[in-house]
């Protein structure tokens, strides 16, 4: 938490805002530094606003708070590293929420940089000058998932990728994820 700050100048004294006649008064120049005391966390924290609210820069303690902003549920698993990096994506992901490539994103971003993700989805979309062509997709609707991964437990990977799947995979389409670990193991 934020508080007082030993031995924290202020940048705007309260002494330096009064009359010149009050200046001088010895009361005030002993009672005033204390209010100094309290108010430097408050300009620091103003001056430096712009750090709280982006991502790479943000106290530790202020990332849940920021995730709120973006709409991300923070999943404990995730290293504080992860954590920045999907909070500030977060607005870009959320432009392709629903798209092939903003499920891939969004996976990859959870399951870490060293992860191979791949996307199969039923859908597309065409057109054709000729009749009687192929309708793209397959007969089925649905979302394949495949992750693979370094290390870790697939059981538990896979409910935690299941979880982030279903916040951007559509909602009328069902979503199946498969982890497989580097070492062979596979979870579906």
Do not use: C, K
């Amino acid at each position: 938490m934020r508080g007082i700050v030993p031995r924290l100048a202020s940048p705007a004294p309260l002494i330096t805002r009064l009359p010149a006649i009050l200046q001088e008064d010895d009361f005030l120049n002993r009672a005033l530094p204390a209010f100094d005391d309290a108010m430097a966390p408050i300009f620091a924290t103003l001056d430096n606003l712009e750090a709280y609210v982006r991502p790479e820069y943000a106290p530790s303690d202020f990332l849940e708070w920021l995730s709120g902003w973006v709409d991300v549920a923070v999943d404990e698993e995730w290293t504080e590293a992860q954590r920045r990096r999907i909070i500030a994506d977060a607005a870009r992901l959320h432009r392709r929420l629903g798209t092939t490539g903003g499920i891939r994103d969004a996976i990859q971003l959870a399951a870490g940089p060293a992860a191979t993700v791949e996307v199969e989805e039923s859908g597309g979309t065409s057109w054709s000058v000729q009749s009687g062509t192929p309708l793209p997709g397959t007969e089925h609707a649905g979302v394949v998932i495949a992750i693979t991964v370094g290390a870790g437990d697939p059981a538990d990977l896979a409910r935690r990728f299941q979880r982030v799947a279903a916040s951007v995979v559509p909602a009328h389409l069902p979503a199946r994820v498969s982890v497989s670990v580097a070492d062979g193991a596979r979870q579906t």
